[in-house]
């Protein structure tokens, strides 16, 4: 079992960034598939950036490619998000996710561990 803890959310303008990061206690941090998903007020959660253990950072939603960033740290147990040129439609409670599968689903279903989520708002 995993304990995940994000922190670096906020309030910031259109076009501005934000970097987010999730802790990560517990065993077998690298066998681990990493994401991050976002959820907006009366919309699905949904998938925002993942990491399989098996083949690195490179699964993104079409709605951010190209202004975030994923990335893992396996000596520190750590995955960040970084996100630039942010729009107001970003604006959701963004929640790390830990899987034990060796690649990147964009499930939500499929990870069965999760923080407590943080809070990103962007104003116009």
């Known amino acids: 079992q995993v304990q995940l803890v994000e922190s670096g959310g906020g309030l910031v303008q259109a076009g501005g960034s934000l970097r987010l990061s999730c802790a990560v206690s517990?065993?077998?941090?690298?066998?681990?598939?990493m994401a991050w998903f976002r959820q907006a007020p009366g919309k699905e959660r949904e998938f925002v950036a993942g990491?399989?253990?098996?083949?690195?950072?490179?699964d993104y939603a079409d709605s951010v490619k190209g202004r975030f960033t994923i990335a893992r740290d396996n000596a520190k147990n750590t995955v960040a998000l970084q996100m630039n040129k942010l729009k107001p439609e970003d604006t959701a409670v963004y929640y790390c996710?830990?899987?034990?599968?060796?690649?990147?689903?964009?499930?939500?279903?499929?990870?069965?561990?999760w923080g407590q989520g943080t809070q990103v708002t962007v104003s116009s």
């Open positions: 996710a830990a899987s034990p599968l060796s690649i990147v689903t964009m499930t939500a279903n499929d990870f069965g561990s």
């Open positions: 517990g065993r077998l941090f690298r066998s681990k598939t």
């Open positions: 990491c399989s253990w098996s083949a690195g950072c490179t």
